[in-house]
């Protein structure tokens, strides 16, 4: 079966560092992407991760261990703006019924505090 | 103008009508998706297209269809609208050389 956990919900101050874990049992595995929800709107991509390591792009790091079937998506300097769900998703991969299409874990809903 | 563009934004309708969801893409992507959106349960797949001839089942694609009338449309459609598929309603579109998804700005449904 498919199956993407990560935390429901986290609290954190504005300006500290914040790591939300993602863990997966997928049938395949092309990819890992993180995407930035804010209530009542879509989401938008923040990170892609194939390969294991760690991914820097500003504020936002995302790390993959492929053998632990594992992620996690550091945010650092938080700010209030950053308040939102934080969306883990795994691209399945081709063959034994997977297409290359994403599998959405729950969401962290994530609030800045002061 | 928005990559993915969805219509309507928001909609209330009663049980039993039929109601159809429009999506549609500049982005020139062959891969199109209906996904809802539930509060602790995610975002789920219910229909999947890769190209104007293929169209594919997600996991919860009872109660709805699908036409891709166009590389560029897809739309969603409610043959008779329940209380349950109340929801928020995302279409995205992929090609095979994006890391992942562009999404529109979801579809509100009320269904009362």
């Known amino acids: 079966g498919q199956n993407i956990d990560q935390p429901t919900e986290m609290t954190a101050t504005e300006g500290a560092i914040v790591q939300i874990n993602c863990t997966y049992q997928?049938?395949?595995?092309?990819?890992l992407f993180w995407y930035q929800q804010h209530a009542g709107e879509a989401p938008t991509f923040l990170s892609y991760n194939v390969l294991d390591g760690l991914e820097e792009k500003g504020r936002f790091s995302s790390f993959l261990s492929r053998s632990k079937g594992y992620s996690y998506l550091l945010l650092k300097e938080l700010q209030m703006k950053d308040s939102a769900s934080y969306l883990c998703?795994?691209?399945?991969?081709w063959g034994g019924g997977a297409t290359n299409k994403l599998i959405f874990g729950t969401g962290t809903l994530l609030a800045v505090q002061p | 103008d928005a990559d993915v563009t969805q219509t309507p934004r928001n909609r209330i309708t009663k049980t039993g009508k039929r109601i159809m969801l429009e999506c549609s893409q500049t982005k020139g992507h062959d891969r199109m998706y209906w996904y809802r959106q539930d509060p602790g349960l995610g975002l789920r797949l219910i229909y999947y297209s890769f190209d104007v001839k293929d169209i594919n089942k997600g996991e919860i694609s009872d109660g709805y269809s699908v036409s891709r009338q166009a590389q560029a449309k897809f739309s969603l459609s409610l043959e008779s609208a329940i209380p349950n598929q109340t929801a928020l309603y995302f279409c995205?579109?992929?090609?095979?050389?994006?890391?992942?998804?562009?999404f529109g700005s979801g579809t509100r449904l009320t269904v009362v």
């Open positions: 997928t049938s395949g595995f092309n990819g």
């Open positions: 995205a579109t992929s090609d095979s050389s994006d890391y992942g998804y562009t």
């Open positions: 998703a795994v691209r399945d991969g």
